[in-house]
């Protein structure tokens, strides 16, 4: 994870200070991923370093921050002799007060810790590196693109989804449906929403990469939609409905000119049938698996790198 910058502003200029927790680096068996960060203002907080006591006294001294300036703090806490905590590994933090007046202008972001002599580093990391500290400076990454994803439906099941992805940093959410009127009152930050007469048209727009959810009211637009994507290209395509809906629409997209190996992409139902039909538990079938996905691939990655 990386620094969210637009979130950080925004809980400056509705508290005025903030302190921000940030999980700089990690050994062992940890609550959290380095990267993670919390915000603590007078009288409220946003986000978790993983709980428990590490999170309760690091809190408490994010709140002796508030009243006066200083430069970031760093220290690391082993969580079992130091605080009780049975993951038995330790936790390096940092602690640092924002205002309107201290923002960082961009992304990477880098700032002297207490008693750093050294000049200000140029390293630039690649988006989404954990944090760093290099010569007594703590330094961020901009964070790395999400992979993209399009729900295509803002019905029952489309905003159960978006409301359980939109906060995972894994993922770009782009929502479309038939009108402006389709959408909650309130979409969650970072969500692309795009209101189309002929949301099919849009198709050529998506990353040929993108990750697609089909939830709309309509089976014939759910059709022209995966007859459009196969044309187009994607990652992934999910198709809300049952095994009669899929057999049918693989006979039409068939008739359409698309092979069996072609339809055979599309996957449907969605989420985890073992979960039930509630909107929410297919979300979280669905969020489960996308996440999955993207851990696999990363762990690839991760080998590829080293071989």
């Known amino acids: 994870m990386s620094l969210d910058l637009p979130a950080l502003r925004a809980a400056v200029a509705a508290h005025g200070v903030v302190v921000r927790i940030?999980?700089?680096?990690?050994?062992?068996?940890?609550?959290?991923?380095?990267?993670?960060?919390?915000?603590?203002?007078?009288?409220?907080?946003?986000?978790t370093v993983g709980g428990g006591e590490l999170e309760n006294q690091a809190t408490a001294e994010a709140r002796t921050m508030l009243a006066a300036t200083a430069l970031p703090r760093l220290r690391t806490v082993?969580?079992?002799?130091?605080?009780?905590?049975?993951?038995?590994?330790?936790?390096?933090?940092?602690?640092?007060r924002f205002d309107a007046a201290s923002l960082p202008d961009a992304l990477p972001f880098a700032r002297p810790l207490a008693g750093a002599t050294a000049?200000?580093?140029?390293?630039?990391?690649a988006p989404g590196t954990p944090p760093q500290v290099r010569d007594g400076w703590l330094v961020e990454a901009a964070p790395a693109a999400g992979r993209?994803?399009?729900?295509?439906?803002?019905?029952?099941?489309?905003?159960?989804?978006v409301a359980v992805?939109?906060?995972?940093?894994?993922?770009?959410?782009?929502?479309?449906?038939?009108?402006?009127?389709?959408?909650?009152?309130?979409?969650?930050?970072?969500?692309?929403?795009?209101?189309?007469?002929?949301?099919?048209?849009?198709?050529?727009?998506?990353?040929?990469?993108?990750?697609?959810?089909?939830?709309?009211?309509?089976?014939?637009?759910?059709l022209q939609l995966c007859h459009a994507l196969l044309l187009h290209g994607f990652t992934s395509l999910g198709l809300i409905g049952s095994a009669t809906k899929l057999a049918r629409f693989r006979g039409r997209l068939s008739s359409l000119g698309h092979t069996a190996a072609q339809i055979?992409?599309?996957?449907?139902?969605?989420?985890?049938?073992?979960?039930?039909?509630?909107?929410?538990?297919?979300?979280?079938?669905?969020?489960a698996a996308l996440i999955r996905s993207a851990g696999t691939g990363r762990h690839a990655e991760e080998r590829d790198a080293t071989g």
């Open 264 to 287: 055979s992409r599309i996957a449907c139902p969605i989420g985890d049938p073992a979960l039930g039909k509630h909107p929410q538990a297919i979300a979280v079938g669905v969020a």
């Open 78 to 96: 082993p969580l079992g002799p130091a605080l009780g905590q049975c993951c038995g590994g330790s936790v390096t933090l940092a602690w640092e």
């Open 119 to 125: 000049l200000r580093p140029t390293l630039t990391p």
């Open 148 to 161: 993209p994803l399009w729900v295509w439906g803002a019905g029952h099941v489309g905003r159960a989804i």
């Open 165 to 222: 992805l939109a906060p995972w940093p894994g993922v770009a959410i782009t929502w479309v449906d038939l009108g402006p009127d389709r959408f909650p009152a309130t979409v969650p930050p970072g969500v692309t929403v795009l209101p189309a007469v002929e949301p099919a048209l849009l198709v050529r727009h998506a990353p040929r990469d993108a990750d697609h959810l089909i939830l709309t009211r309509s089976h014939e637009l759910d």
């Open 22 to 47: 940030l999980i700089v680096s990690v050994a062992g068996s940890v609550p959290r991923e380095a990267g993670t960060s919390m915000l603590i203002w007078t009288g409220g907080e946003e986000g």
